[in-house]
């Protein structure tokens, strides 16, 4: 079966530079969210998409913003990295059209590392 | 959203069951709880949900308690591939977002 996947697995990028992350997520899923999970931390929601709208908010920093597109992929902008921001990148994705108990499904992940 | 507690960690051997506490001793009714896992920085992946009766698939038993206050993800014979670190997740069905809010998790290490 089809999975979520993100782009790049990997970046590197220097302090004050810009990043853009992609997620495509699984077919016929209309719900997108966004996770940061730093370095010996738990994941920590970001952002959400339902049909192209911002549907929550979480700790997301003014620095970074995000939007979904008309086929429901979704970019993360981040920028004026800081050292900080060096974390694993998780999207997820669910089909908000099921049952309220449909489960989310998460990417294999994007690893930022700011230098 | 209803705040869980986990114990960091827990060892067990490996073929024997896994039995992972969690606490959500604030709860309300329309609250789910789910089980997620994360093995060695990859995706979390779904285990399992319930709202109040026990509930089995291929990978898990969950058996949340009579007043929801707690419930115990069972792996009933453990492996190596299980060890990771495991979540419990309450969540309510009528938030409209249903995003998660992930707490301190259990990290289990299988033992040979």
């Known amino acids: 079966a089809a999975g979520v996947i993100q782009s790049p697995r990997h970046l590197i990028k220097e302090k004050r530079e810009t990043a853009t992350l992609k997620c495509y997520p699984i077919p016929r899923h209309d719900t997108v969210y966004w996770y940061q999970q730093g370095p010996g931390q738990d994941p920590q929601f970001l952002i959400s998409?339902?049909?192209?709208?911002?549907?929550d908010k979480g700790s997301i920093p003014d620095r970074f913003s995000a939007q979904q597109f008309s086929d429901y992929h979704s970019e993360l902008n981040m920028s004026s990295l800081e050292l900080g921001d060096s974390a694993l990148y998780f999207c997820?994705?669910?089909?908000?059209?099921?049952?309220?108990?449909?489960?989310?499904?998460f990417g294999p992940g994007t690893r930022l590392t700011v230098l | 959203d209803a705040k869980t507690t986990q114990p960091p960690s827990m060892d067990c051997a490996e073929g024997r069951a896994a039995n992972l506490p969690c606490n959500h001793s604030?709860?309300?009714?329309?609250?789910?709880v789910y089980w997620y896992r994360q093995i060695h920085s990859q995706g979390p992946q779904y285990i399992i949900h319930?709202?109040?009766n026990n509930e089995t698939n291929e990978m898990a038993s969950l058996i949340i308690t009579e007043d929801r206050k707690s419930s115990t993800l069972i792996l009933p014979h453990a492996t190596l591939r299980d060890t990771a670190v495991y979540y419990c997740i309450v969540r309510p069905l009528t938030s409209g977002t249903y995003k998660y809010i992930f707490g301190t998790g259990t990290r289990l290490k299988v033992l040979a």
């Open positions: 319930g709202l109040k």
């Open positions: 998409f339902y049909e192209k709208m911002q549907s």
């Open positions: 604030t709860i309300s009714g329309n609250e789910y």
């Open positions: 997820a994705s669910r089909d908000n059209r099921g049952p309220p108990t449909d489960t989310q499904y």
